[in-house]
Every structure is written in C-alpha cells, then in structure tokens.
C-alpha cells in the first residue's frame, strides 16, 4: 500500500492590506464568507481529502485562527446545558480527527518562504500545500485534491500544481503556467515546461493561472532553500517550482474541472463575488437570497 498524504501546509500569514479597514485586528482569513470564515472551508476541504496534520502558518494579528479551531469547552458546556443541538452541530467542525500545528511568520518574506517554514514539520514526506485565503467551490471541493494526490503519488511527481484558465488582464495577479500542448484537458496531468510568478500580459506564456493548491515531494524544500528573494525581498514558491522544473524534476499542472471554481478572499472585489456566490449556493439560505437579489434587480 502507497503511503498516504497526511499532512498539510496552509500558508496564512498574508497581511490582507487590500482589504483594510476590515483586516486591521482580523486576519482576511477569518474573514466570513456566508456562515463560515474562509480558513474553515480550507481545512474543512483538507480534511475531506484525507489529511489529518495541518500546519498554519500565522503571523501577527492572526490569533483568532488558532482559536477557531480550539475546542471551547465553557461554549461547549453552556450549548449542551441549553440542549442546544443545533449549534452543538455548528462547532463539530473542531473535533474532526486532525490535528492542528501552528507557526508564525513574523515578516513578510514571501509565500515560498512562509512553505519553508514547514520543512521540519513535513520531515521528508510528500505534502499539501493549500492557500489560506483561497476556497474551491462545487459540490465536492475536496474532489481535485483528492485526485491530485492520487496522480502526484501514480507519476511520483515532485509537484502538482492547480491551474484555471484567467482572463489576459488578469495574469499579473497569479503565477502563470506554460505546459506541453495547447489547452490542457481539465482533472488530468500534464507537463509543465515554465512557470513564472505574476508576469505582465504581453510576457506571459499562457492564461494558466495557478490555483492555490499543490501538492509537492519534500524537493521543493530543498528549491525553496536555493531560491533567492525577489526584487521585493520575497521568496517567491512559483520560483521554487521553476527550479524544480529546471532541476529536470516531473512537474505538472492539473487544471480545475469548470465546476471546481477557485475564489479568494484577495481583495474586496474577489471577496465580495466569494461572498455573494457562496450565499446563493448556501443550502439553508441560498433560497432567501437569491429571492432577495431578483426583487433588488429591479431596482438597479
Ligand atoms: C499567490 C501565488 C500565485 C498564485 C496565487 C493564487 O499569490 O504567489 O502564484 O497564483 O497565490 O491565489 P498572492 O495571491 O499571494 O499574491
């Protein structure tokens, strides 16, 4: 039997500028979008996938996440002596069998190196690594992730990456992906021949956006420690994929089924269409708001 993924690496250590004043003394990844913040559905979708150790990376201002997954038994205790069900069901998220590891990175120094951060506690093991402020919609959002695993372990791939097609204008805000052939077929593998971290519309080599999720062998420790900052002082993991690619390791992009939608929380325009999409989809209040929107259509 093939040795399983088991561990996660949720980077969270982002300062969420683009979304002051909201982020001032909250994280962005605690941010609510319908009746969950962000991270849970993060791990939430971690968990679907099998992977029970997840480490997260914080930073400063970021201690509301450790407490969201902390049982809190004084809650816990008054719910139950109100017979509160319901809610008791609310917060089962908590005690799901994961266990949960955090780590600060206390200045801005990149997202490689926020991953890096995570090299003793992945200790040579194949990992995932899945962006805090970034959720895959659908029915199953654990489905890609599930099958990426499965593909990186059938290749013994050094890393898969997710990809979505963007529009051109948008390729300056996402790692952009060049692979073997034309438009690759969605839920599969395929070579990635470049990668190359927010690149300007007429330089980038493709619309293939990378998706906030990968999943990697422990070579991407060993790139993330031979790749230099950038121009800004940050670390950039999109870099680190590059060396990896140039190493002649097996690197391979897997592109979202169109029903696997990525959203983040990035700015107030993604958050709001994150926000806006997952309340209409919400199953005990989609009906509400959708009801609510086409009244307030007429008026616009
Ligand atoms: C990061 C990565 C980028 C990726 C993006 C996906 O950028 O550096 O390669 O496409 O996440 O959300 P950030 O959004 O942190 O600037």
Known sequence: MPHQISKAIVP?????????PATKSQPKEMLPVGRKPVVQYVIEELQASGLNQILIITGRRKRAIED?????PVLISALEQAGNEALLSELSYIQRNSRFFYTRQSSPKGLGHAVALGADFVDSEDCVVALGDSLIAGEEPAAALRAMMKAHRDLKAAAIVAVEQVPPDDVHRYGIASI??????????VAMTDIVEKPQRDIAPSTLAVAA????????????SRTP??????VQLTNAIKLLIQMGQPVYAWLLRPEQRRYDVGNFESYFRTFIDFVLADERYGYLARQYIKAKAYEL
Do not use: K, N, W
Not at 68 to 72: A, I, N, Q, V, Y
Not at 229 to 234: F, I, L, M, V
């Open 68 to 72: 969201h997954f902390d049982p809190d």
């Open 12 to 20: 969270a250590a982002g300062l969420g500028t683009r979304l002051l």
């Open 180 to 189: 073997q052939g034309a438009e690759p077929p969605p839920g599969e593998p």
């Open 229 to 234: 900052p950038d121009h800004r002082g940050e």
């Open 213 to 224: 999720r990968y999943v990697f062998s422990p070579a991407i420790f060993e790139a993330l």
